[in-house]
């Protein structure tokens, strides 16, 4: 069965530290794979998404980035992250084929003081 | 661009009666898929059920069905005999298709089922 991990759970950043978050999918192949961020009480905004290694396409243009270095790992990152860099952030993927319906990993949940 | 809008941000219902969310969308595309997400406490999302475009007939998952009325871009959530754990945020939201780049979600609705 195909199951998706984001880690870290929780993190506690200064403002202007660095950021990098991980999302691995396991049990699929070539998946689209997503980013978003949630605020508090807010619905979800979509912030990359990527449909094969190397290939990032980015929604809202901001101080974050993001990669794909294989497969199934897609990493989120920032240099110099800002205080409204807070908030839920999700990894998404979608197997293509006949549900094409996405699937959330648990998230990770960004503070930045 | 797509936008998804859910003008209903608190609900409540009585356990084991029926309620209805409601969700409206604006595109130019024409083939796409519409969910229904769910959200409890743990922040988890969970898919709640999902509808083809394509599709006249509306989708159901036992207590969940939908009511898609695709010239009036309507997607609206029926949950029947509703149970204290569907205690939850609920998204509406939109995915093109076939290219699968953008997904669009509404700002939520808080359902809170009372005993």
């Known amino acids: 069965s195909q199951t998706i991990h984001q880690w870290p759970a929780t993190l506690v950043q200064p403002v202007g530290s660095p950021l990098s978050l991980e999302c691995t999918v396991e049990?699929?192949?070539?998946?689209?794979l997503y980013w978003y961020r949630q605020a508090a009480g807010r619905g979800l905004q979509l912030l990359f998404y990527?449909?094969?290694?190397?290939?990032i396409s980015s929604e809202v243009p901001q101080n974050l980035s993001a990669s794909r270095p294989q497969d199934r790992q897609f990493i989120l990152s920032s240099k110099k992250l800002l205080l409204s860099d807070s908030g839920f952030y999700l990894c998404?993927?979608?197997?293509?084929?006949?549900?094409?319906?996405?699937?959330f990993g648990p998230g990770t949940r960004l503070t930045v003081l | 661009a797509q936008t998804v809008t859910q003008s209903q941000p608190e609900m409540s219902v009585q356990e084991a009666e029926t309620v209805t969310l409601s969700c409206t969308y604006d595109?130019?595309?024409?083939?796409?898929?519409l969910f229904w997400y769910k959200q409890p406490p743990s922040r988890q999302m969970i898919l709640v059920i999902r509808?083809?475009?394509?599709?006249?007939q509306n989708a159901t998952e036992n207590r969940f069905s939908v009511n898609f009325q695709k010239a009036a871009k309507s997607f609206s959530l029926k949950i029947s005999d509703s149970q204290l754990g569907d205690t939850a945020m609920y998204f509406c939201?939109?995915?093109?298709?076939?290219?699968?780049?953008?997904?669009?979600f509404g700002a939520g609705t808080r359902l809170t089922v009372k005993p």
């Open positions: 595109t130019s595309e024409n083939n796409y898929y």
């Open positions: 990527s449909v094969g290694i190397g290939q």
């Open positions: 939201a939109f995915m093109n298709y076939p290219r699968r780049d953008d997904m669009r």
């Open positions: 509808q083809e475009a394509y599709k006249q």
């Open positions: 998404a993927w979608i197997r293509t084929g006949s549900t094409d319906t996405q699937y």
């Open positions: 049990g699929t192949s070539n998946p689209n």
